[in-house]
């Protein structure tokens, strides 16, 4: 193992010894994921970052390759086993079969294999391209050599700008900062006000990727990944309004606000068939529409139809939400389907890791949770 790899593990001597049998280094950086029975064991701390531990859960396609270069982080820590804990499963680790070893030798160095790596800066950037499939993925995700990441301020779960900075920050700017740290190329925001000028950001190809809500028209031209988040959409009513339930929200006469193009403006167009939706040009704008134009409902996701009725003032929130806002990342489906799958990883990783919950709770988001398998 090289000298900085070596000073950075703090693991009793017999874990030792089996790491450093296994461990597999090239010039930039060396990593290891110890697994046992499908599950990373051990924790990982990048310097870039910040100081947090996590433990990230790696999918089955990736045991499928264990050669497979997943990642490539500088200066990585190993968080050591308890040795109670760690001792049942010694006998399990010496198998290589259920050690995987997640980054692969540059071809390039290989005529100096024998040299003693020097230790990479804490500020380099992370590189992923080492083989000609990753050199694929980062050229079908990142065609410009950067990535270009549309962010919806329409929502602010997901982005707002920054009052001190002007610049956008939130859980979909985290997002798509590390994955360009992950892909090795620069990252570029395209800002948008609302869902569909977002969504027509990326199938348009004016950019890579986007966060947007799971729907089966969206899902015509950009492929999903599984939701990272989940946000509950709402009804809001002037206080002295006679509706009590959703129920009664969909009946003649009555008129509903929504977002133009949001995730809630494609279902209750599926969904309502009595009521008359009327379209706000922007999500945040929805309810200074609604009370402009008297309308009888306003819907939304929570927390801004909260934060509006805070500062409007005698308007209330129905006791029931009427739908769950999976909130997922997209590509455009002609990137192909080994472009979806590695995001699709990207975000199962993200979850697993608390990347998303850290995230969500840095930018004192409430209400939203952290999407789980399956949702």
Known sequence: MSRWCSNQLSYEPE??????????????????????????????RCCKRNSAWSTRAVTDNVYDAPGLLIRCVHCIRFSRFSRAA?????PTLRSAALILTLCTLNATHGASAQA??????????????TTSADKTIVAALAPTGTLRASINLGNPVLASLDAKTGQPEGVSV????????????????VVAQSAGASVTNVSS???????????????????????????????????????????????????????????????LTRELHQATIVRIPTSPAV????????????????????????????????????????????????????AAQYLTNFVKQMRASSFVADSLKRHRIDGAVVAGDGS
């Open 15 to 44: 874990e030792r010894r089996i790491i450093e049998s296994l461990c597999v280094q090239h010039k930039s950086c060396c990593t290891l994921h110890l697994a046992w029975r499908g599950v990373v064991m051990s924790g990982i």
């Open 287 to 338: 309810v200074q529409g609604f009370l402009a134009q008297n309308l009888t409902v306003a819907a939304g996701v929570k927390q801004q139809l909260q934060k509006d009725a805070r500062e409007a003032g005698g308007l209330r929130l129905l006791d029931q939400r009427f739908m769950v806002i999976r909130q997922a990342m997209g590509v455009p489906k002609n990137r192909g389907e080994a």
């Open 174 to 189: 985290d997002l798509a900062n590390e994955l360009a740290r992950e892909l090795g190329v620069p990252l570029a925001l």
């Open 86 to 90: 760690s001792a049942p499963m010694i």
């Open 205 to 267: 190809g004016a950019a890579d990727i986007g966060f947007f809500a799971v729907d089966p028209k969206r899902g015509e031209e950009i492929a999903f990944t599984d939701p990272y988040v989940l946000i509950e959409g709402f009804y809001l009513v002037r206080d002295d309004s006679p509706i009590k339930t959703n129920a009664q929200v969909d009946q003649p006469g009555n008129t509903v606000a929504v977002g133009k193009g949001s995730a809630y403006d494609l279902f």
């Open 116 to 129: 003693r790596p020097s230790p990479p800066s804490a500020t380099s950037t992370s590189t992923i391209m």
